[in-house]
């Protein structure tokens, strides 16, 4: 019984996991690439912008490897 309600605990902090980065991209990209100031007409104020996508790919890359690392040890016990 112990060891089936730490699996639920695991798997429903991993969804709030994938909803915590899906929520983080989805912040990041339209805050760099939406309407607006200071990125409206993408020429003004350019020296102040940066890409977020190498931060957003490291983010979604530990995220995935968080939920392959899970997925390895249910399939091993299980």
């Not at 798997?11 to 915590?20: F, S, Y």
């Not at 805050?31 to 931060?55: C, H, I, Q």
């Amino acid at each position: 019984m112990k060891n089936r309600s730490v699996r639920i605990a695991f798997g429903v902090a991993l969804l709030l996991l994938v909803v915590l980065i899906v929520a983080f991209n989805a912040v990041n990209l339209t805050e760099a690439f939406g309407d607006g100031p200071p990125y409206y007409g993408r020429t003004t104020n350019m020296d102040k912008w940066s890409n977020p996508l190498p931060v957003l790919a490291g983010v979604d890359a530990v995220g995935v490897l968080v939920i392959a690392a899970y997925v390895y040890f249910l399939r091993r016990k299980g």
